[in-house]
């Protein structure tokens, strides 16, 4: 489990292309501490598993299903990542509850700055506004957020304070990126429960 507040941002060091998947390098000096082969990391929101430990940082095998419902698959060399070791038992839980378990893959629509903020427009796919709501929580590539507004259908708005710009790699988003997304866990429990939802069974 994680919480959406980023530890640390890392830069793909390689790329190397497998039967299965890939397996991609991070140099991540900054979350090496405790970390073990086998260990989880949410990489931009994804939970990974490190298959190397390395000085400088960790590698991961990323297979077919990951690759196709994160943005993974357009990581190239250069690529900078958000990063955050799981949280430990009597941590604060300073964002909200995070599994790292990717809702979808959302597009930026605009970014505009506000005063001191960045107020950032995304298109969300169905499964994900289905459990967001004004002022819940939304993970954007690994980063826990408020809703601050749902200009239309499927648009999800939040707002980007200085200090979130400055540590994480959202301060380089531009209209037309694409972001990994977790809904509201909580929003997904209660539409498993309801009719009609992306998350019921009696769709």
């Known amino acids: 489990m994680f919480t ?3 530890e640390a941002t890392g830069t793909v060091s390689r790329v190397e292309a497998g039967a299965a ?8 000096p900054d979350v090496l501490d ?10 931009d929101g ?9 000085a400088d940082g960790f590698s991961v095998d990323v297979i077919g299903p990951t690759l196709d419902r994160t943005v993974a698959g357009s990581y190239r060399e250069g690529t900078r990542v958000n990063l955050e070791r799981p949280v430990r038992v009597g941590d604060r ?4 509850i995070v599994q790292g378990h990717v809702d979808g893959v959302g597009v930026v629509l605009s970014v505009r700055p506000e005063g001191d903020r960045w107020l950032v427009d995304v298109r969300v796919p169905p499964e994900v506004d289905a459990v967001t709501i004004l002022q819940g929580s939304i993970t954007l590539s690994g980063v826990s957020l408020t809703v601050n507004a749902l200009p239309a259908q499927s648009t999800c708005q939040v707002a980007l304070i200085p200090h979130t710009l400055a ?3 959202l301060g380089t988003l531009a209209a037309g990126d694409r972001v990994n997304l977790e809904g509201d866990l909580i929003g997904k429990y209660v539409g498993r429960m309801l009719p009609n939802s992306p998350y019921s069974r009696q769709r």
């Open 4 to 6: 959406g507040i980023v």
């Open 21 to 28: 998947g890939r397996r991609i390098r991070f140099h991540a």
């Open 34 to 43: 405790d970390l073990s082969l086998g260990d989880s990391v949410a990489v």
């Open 46 to 54: 994804a939970c990974l598993t490190a298959v190397e430990v390395h």
């Open 93 to 96: 839980l300073d964002g909200h």
């Open 167 to 169: 540590v994480t790699t």
